[in-house]
């Protein structure tokens, strides 16, 4: 092994943007490969923002990571979305970009391998990692390439600088350093924060002003993550255990509150039918399935009926483990979380629809 790969193997650093992977064993197989590296720096899912809050606060430190990973190579890209203020500030900066659509499953990893190969970017399909390379899904040789985002390198230099022992002063002993979260919606002051695992999830909240008392509902690591109640969150942990009582993981990093003046339901429908939008068009499960869930929790809301509940649930069961990329197990947990969470909500439409119904009658 390396003895970066060794220091980052003894640090315990795991990639930053969901996935959670060891770090130390990309960056081996990157550097046994020659592997060329992207930099994720899209922020893709719904309410991230850190990587770009990397590429703004701590460009210099990004760019030791990089070369600690990849040498310096002009074969190193820097993935944006098109025209986003983070692509403005990588190009002002003589920074080569991969400008990738403003779309969600854009910045998914092999979306962005795919786009820098000259194809689309859209996920593929990966038998094996394309840190070893491969082929893309018309047959066409992938170099080995490697991505990592932002905020991991920015770890790996700080790794490299401080030690290992102190990013282990951090966090648990399972998921330990320091790690940032974008934290917003109904808070005072949304932004970016540094905070860790294992530190409750209310005292995370209180970075940016804290839950209010009137806040009923709050998303957990965007359209991928899971739906809490208020009442959970105050008593909840940031740290995969803590998170997995409820359906879901830290994820990349990702908390918004909920504004309790708009009806949850809605907020629900409104992210499913984004969700549906985002699809890559290649699969059943993204094709099909997510419009037919995101048609049936529409279908629920303007005319609610046991069925139809009925139905939500079936079709989250049918997602659940299926499509190209992680897009439609994630909006599925999503979904999931929420028939979960707005139970009473939802029982309360299909009690108030069937007393109408039995007024209507007298």
């Not at 701590?58 to 203020?85: C, M, N, Q, Y």
């Not at 998170?243 to 003046?261: E, L």
Request: with cysteine; net charge positive.
């Amino acid at each position: 092994m390396t003895q970066l790969a060794q220091l980052l193997e003894e640090a315990g650093l795991t990639g930053r943007g969901g996935a959670a992977f060891p770090t130390a064993i990309k960056v081996k197989a990157a550097i046994e490969k020659r592997a060329r590296l992207i930099v994720n720096v899209c922020d893709g899912e719904v309410g991230a923002a850190k990587d770009g809050w990397v590429v703004e606060h701590h460009l210099d430190e990004l760019l030791d990571g990089v070369a600690l990973v990849a040498g310096i190579s002009p074969h190193t890209r820097f993935a944006a979305h098109r025209g986003s203020a983070t692509a403005i500030r990588l190009a002002a900066a003589g920074l080569p970009v991969l400008e990738v659509p403003d779309r969600y499953v854009s910045s998914e990893e092999t979306s962005l391998i795919s786009a820098a190969h000259g194809g689309s970017a859209r996920p593929m399909t990966k038998r094996t990692p394309f840190v070893y390379g491969g082929r893309d899904p018309q047959g066409r040789r992938v170099r080995p390439t490697v991505v990592l985002n932002a905020e991991t390198l920015w770890r790996v230099s700080q790794i490299t600088q401080r030690g290992a022992d102190w990013f282990r002063s951090f966090g648990t002993a399972a998921e330990p350093g320091p790690r940032l979260v974008a934290i917003g919606g109904y808070v005072a002051r949304p932004g970016v924060y540094q905070s860790a695992a294992g530190t409750p999830l209310a005292e995370v909240i209180g970075l940016a002003g804290g839950l209010s008392p009137d806040v009923r509902y709050l998303g957990v690591g965007g359209l991928g993550g899971i739906v809490m109640t208020a009442a959970e969150a105050r008593y909840a942990i940031w740290d995969t255990p803590g998170m997995k009582a409820y359906g879901g993981a830290i994820g990349p990093g990702i908390i918004t509150i909920w504004n309790p003046a708009e009806n949850p339901v809605d907020t629900v429908n409104r992210m499913l039918n984004y969700g549906a939008a985002e699809s890559a068009g290649q699969c059943g499960p993204c094709m099909f399935g997510l419009p037919a869930l995101a048609e049936q929790w529409r279908s629920f809301v303007d005319l609610p009926s046991a069925s139809a509940q009925r139905r939500i649930t079936e079709r989250i069961e049918l997602l659940n483990g299926r499509g190209a990329c992680a897009h439609p197990m994630g909006v599925a947990r999503f979904a999931a979380s929420a028939v979960r969470v707005l139970e009473p909500e939802l029982t309360g439409r299909l009690v108030g629809r069937r007393y109408l119904e039995g007024a209507s009658h007298v």
